[in-house]
């Protein structure tokens, strides 16, 4: 187990980090993230990376985390920025403020918000999403493009 952890720790971390932009915490969390994986480990059936399954497990873990201690979001996270690139698809991105896209991503149902997160905060690969949805690549694209469409209409 330790070797894992030398392996994936910083993978997990940054997961969290990007999703909490708060040190601190996703330190925290990902100590919990491996102690639940040890708890879990006989159900890992090797149906994906142990690195998504990791990420799946840290997700669910901030999630519980975020239930037991609601509080507000940072919205001034410079890693929002992520989502502000050069590439076309974020053209539209760039003219509107960072607060204006967190309260778009925030308004996205699920499992478009996940996905868009995951993607653009995350660095995750549509194979990777796929796999923490358990499901297929393709409907992890399928989806991103939907999650995009949607917020492109937002703007519009």
């Known amino acids: 187990m330790e070797e894992i952890y030398q392996r994936y720790a910083k993978t997990v971390y940054h997961f969290l980090l990007v999703r909490t932009a708060n040190d601190d915490l996703a330190q925290e969390l990902t100590q919990e993230t491996f102690y639940q994986a040890i708890r879990s480990i006989d159900r890992f059936d090797e149906s994906c990376k142990l690195s998504t399954w990791l990420c799946a497990i840290a997700k669910n873990v901030l999630l519980t985390y975020q239930r037991k201690h609601p509080a507000t979001e940072n919205i001034e996270n410079p890693e929002v920025q992520a989502l502000q690139g050069d590439s076309t698809e974020n053209v539209v991105m760039n003219k509107i403020s960072n607060v204006d896209i967190l309260k778009m991503l925030h308004g996205l149902a699920e499992p478009y918000r996940e996905v868009m997160y995951l993607r653009t905060l995350g660095g995750l690969s549509f194979k990777e999403i796929g796999e923490v949805y358990t499901k297929s690549e393709n409907w992890a694209r399928v989806t991103f493009y939907r999650a995009k469409?949607?917020?492109?209409?937002?703007?519009?």
């Open 149 to 156: 469409e949607k917020l492109r209409k937002d703007v519009e």
